[in-house]
């Protein structure tokens, strides 16, 4: 396991002033997202091909549905389980058989429409705001997922907004698991922020690319937040999973 320095809740305080629904960046990324699903939704979810066959698109998902099932515990309530960012639907289809009611919820319409025509009858679907749950209820929800979202998110603060409602929206005992890119911030990464979009290949461009967040950050804002860790799979790595719990008062 790959050891990280523990980030303090006072080092992260600038992180964590709340995003406004007007912000600029929250515009552009709805912005961006849309044109993405628009042009093609399935390449700029999975990048790793160009031409998706849409029931090998849909396939893909099945194994992290299950062990993320596995991995939240056995103690994890089965009635209502939310996805952040959910894109266009790949990982519902496979959660839907473990949960009375499953949520997703995207900053993208047209990714939302386009998950609607996939996703059995007990997943129900939303546009979003961009960085809250405003549409849950506190303490309402199970498991809260989100992978390959938080990293293409410029602004740490709208990522801590997402974690801080991640805990008043969990119910007491509910579990969260969380991706987040928290690979070193390369030279030349940095370096090729400056770079106008246009001079980048395709998947590099602003709010595709990824922004890495450091290993002990999650856990900071999570704290702050109420969150406690459970567990953390790859820190430091393009895959890090974070595993917290609401716990029971
Ligand atoms: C790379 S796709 C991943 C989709 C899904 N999580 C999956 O793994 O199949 C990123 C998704 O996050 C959505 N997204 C980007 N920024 C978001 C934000 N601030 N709030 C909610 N969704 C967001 C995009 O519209 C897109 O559907």
């Known amino acids: 396991?790959?050891?990280?320095?523990?980030?303090?809740?006072?080092?992260?305080?600038?992180?964590?002033?709340?995003?406004?629904?007007?912000?600029?960046?929250?515009?552009?990324?709805?912005?961006?997202?849309?044109?993405?699903?628009?042009?093609?939704?399935?390449?700029?979810?999975?990048?790793?091909?160009?031409?998706?066959?849409?029931?090998?698109?849909?396939?893909?998902?099945?194994?992290?549905?299950?062990?993320?099932?596995?991995?939240?515990?056995?103690?994890?309530?089965?009635?209502?389980?939310?996805?952040?960012?959910?894109?266009?639907?790949?990982?519902?289809?496979?959660?839907?058989?473990?949960?009375?009611r499953v949520e997703g919820i995207d900053i993208a319409p047209e990714m939302v429409e386009r998950a609607r025509k996939h996703v059995p009858e007990n997943v129900h679907l939303c546009v979003g705001t961009g960085a809250t749950l405003d549409r849950f209820e506190d303490e309402s929800v199970d498991l809260i997922f989100s992978v390959q979202v938080f990293q293409h998110i410029p602004d740490r603060a709208v990522i801590s907004a997402y974690i801080n409602e991640c805990g008043r929206v969990l119910r007491q005992g509910g579990r969260a698991v969380l991706q987040f890119d928290s690979r070193p911030n390369a030279l030349a990464r940095r370096l090729a922020l400056r770079l106008p979009d246009a001079l980048l290949p395709r998947d590099h461009r602003r709010y595709i690319r990824r922004y890495p967040v450091p290993p002990g950050w999650p856990v900071a804002i999570g704290a702050a937040a109420g969150l406690s860790l459970l567990d953390e799979r790859g820190p430091g790595t393009h895959d890090h999973l974070v595993l917290f719990e609401r716990p029971r008062v």
């Open 1 to 100: 396991m790959v050891t990280h320095d523990a980030v303090s809740v006072d080092e992260v305080s600038g992180d964590r002033r709340a995003p406004s629904e007007n912000d600029s960046t929250l515009a552009r990324m709805r912005d961006r997202w849309r044109r993405f699903a628009r042009e093609d939704a399935l390449h700029y979810v999975a990048a790793n091909r160009e031409g998706w066959d849409e029931a090998a698109f849909y396939g893909m998902g099945r194994d992290l549905a299950e062990e993320v099932i596995a991995w939240a515990g056995d103690g994890l309530g089965r009635r209502r389980m939310l996805e952040i960012g959910c894109g266009a639907g790949r990982m519902l289809v496979h959660f839907a058989p473990h949960f009375e």
